[in-house]
């Protein structure tokens, strides 16, 4: 079973930028693509962005024009380039397969601070 790594979280300032990487176990992130979910506190786990395996990229209203996904199948590695952010951007983020997600990894905590 896939195992999913997230990484590059941290504390930044409303406006700024963090970049978020995705580390797969496997290919099959290569065909089923990646997506990168949110959760905050009291709130349940969100789809903000995906990449599907032709490379067709979808993302949440709240996030369009802001974030930027990417990959890298080489590597079996994704990525999420968060720009402007805002305080309501805080939360956990995790990386799956997007729409059918597998086991989930520990997350990387975003927050962004007014």
């Known amino acids: 079973q896939v195992q999913f790594v997230e990484s590059g979280g941290g504390l930044v300032q409303a406006g700024g930028s963090l970049r978020l990487s995705c580390a797969a176990s496997g290919s099959t992130v290569r065909i089923k693509g990646i997506g990168w979910y949110r959760q905050a506190p009291g709130k349940q786990r969100d789809l903000v962005a995906s990449i599907s395996g032709g490379g067709g990229t979808t993302y949440a209203d709240p996030v369009k024009g802001r974030f930027t996904i990417s990959r890298d199948n080489a590597k079996n590695m994704g990525y999420l380039q968060m720009n402007s952010l805002k305080p309501e951007d805080t939360a956990v983020y995790y990386c799956?397969?997007?729409?059918?997600?597998?086991?989930w990894g520990q997350g990387t905590q975003v927050t962004v601070s007014s």
């Open positions: 799956n397969y997007p729409w059918t997600p597998s086991s």
